[in-house]
């Protein structure tokens, strides 16, 4: 089992920007996919990003396309979410994960994922 632990979020404007960034520890983390999931107060947890295990093949959520980046960084067992542009509509608590394959379908559920961090909030004022 991997152990993963978020931060990075806040309380910013809409229009402003936020980096997440997500520690991993425990089983090898490198050699598996990795991702990144919300959830908004009420609502399911949704797919926002995802990312193969050499950091080359990255999938995004149609919603946050063009303004999320997520990349990671093996060497330091860390994968970041870059989110610009952020509005209201972002706010939620984001969820890291990690799976147990090298890479993940372009649209991948929760179930493609075996551990889970333990969130952190971001909220996104008008």
């Known amino acids: 089992q991997v152990q993963l632990v978020e931060s990075g979020g806040g309380l910013v404007q809409a229009g402003g920007s936020l980096r997440l960034s997500c520690v991993a520890s425990?089983?090898?983390?490198?050699?598996?996919?990795a991702g990144w999931f919300r959830q908004a107060p009420g609502k399911d947890r949704e797919f926002v990003a995802a990312?193969?295990?050499?950091?080359?093949?990255?999938y995004y959520a149609y919603s946050v396309k063009g303004r999320f980046t997520i990349a990671r960084d093996n060497a330091k067992n860390t994968v970041y979410l870059r989110l610009n542009s952020l509005n209201p509509g972002d706010t939620a608590v984001y969820y890291c994960?990690?799976?147990?394959?090298?890479?993940?379908?372009?649209?991948?559920?929760?179930?493609?994922?075996?551990?889970w961090g333990q969130g952190t909030q971001v909220n996104v004022s008008s």
């Open positions: 425990g089983r090898t983390f490198s050699i598996y996919a």
């Open positions: 994960a990690s799976s147990r394959a090298p890479v993940v379908s372009a649209a991948p559920g929760t179930s493609d994922f075996s551990s």
């Open positions: 990312i193969d295990w050499r950091g080359l093949i990255a």
